[in-house]
């Protein structure tokens, strides 16, 4: 799972400088996955070891950070639309796609994650 997180560090990373990016660089707030990127590359970096303990306290600090990005990308998403739809305003959609993106992904990546570590107890439990 180490280098899964390290594939999902580059997506979150490319996802964080595309919309950077793509917004004309004015909106810094885009590059909030990127630094969630980050800490899942630095993390899953870290649990690349033989030492079973290190690796399983890194993967379980990833799997925190990504549960946290989550929650605060879909909650966000949430309530842009609905700020802006009870403004009678027009949503803006850009951010809410990019919003939207980090958290299908980090919701993709806890499952994977949770579905390891499930998968790791049953095999020791033998």
Same mark, same amino acid.
């Given at each position: 799972?180490?280098?899964?997180?390290?594939?999902?560090?580059?997506?979150?990373?490319?996802?964080?400088?595309?919309?950077?990016?793509?917004?004309g660089s004015?909106?810094?707030?885009?590059?909030?996955?990127?630094?969630?990127?980050?800490?899942?590359?630095?993390?899953?970096?870290?649990?690349?070891?033989?030492?079973?303990?290190?690796?399983?306290?890194?993967?379980?600090?990833?799997?925190?950070?990504?549960?946290?990005?989550? !929650?605060?990308?879909?909650?966000?998403?949430? +309530?842009?639309?609905?700020? /802006? %739809?009870?403004?009678? $305003?027009?949503?803006?959609?850009?951010?809410?796609?990019?919003?939207?993106a980090m958290?299908?992904?980090? !919701?993709?990546?806890?499952?994977?994650?949770? +579905?390891?570590?499930?998968? /790791? %107890?049953?095999?020791? $439990?033998?």
């Amino acid at each position: 799972m180490a280098k899964v997180s390290l594939v999902f560090a580059v997506l979150l990373a490319i996802l964080g400088l595309g919309f950077y990016l793509g917004t004309g660089s004015q909106h810094p707030t885009a590059l909030i996955p990127l630094w969630f990127g980050l800490a899942l590359g630095v993390f899953g970096f870290l649990a690349i070891s033989p030492n079973e303990g290190r690796r399983k306290l890194f993967m379980h600090i990833n799997v925190t950070v990504g549960l946290i990005g989550f !929650l605060g990308a879909a909650v966000q998403a949430i +309530r842009e639309y609905g700020n /802006a %739809r009870s403004l009678g $305003a027009t949503p803006n959609y850009v951010a809410i796609e990019a919003q939207s993106a980090m958290a299908l992904l980090l !919701l993709i990546y806890v499952l994977m994650c949770v +579905r390891s570590f499930i998968e /790791a %107890r049953r095999t020791r $439990a033998e």
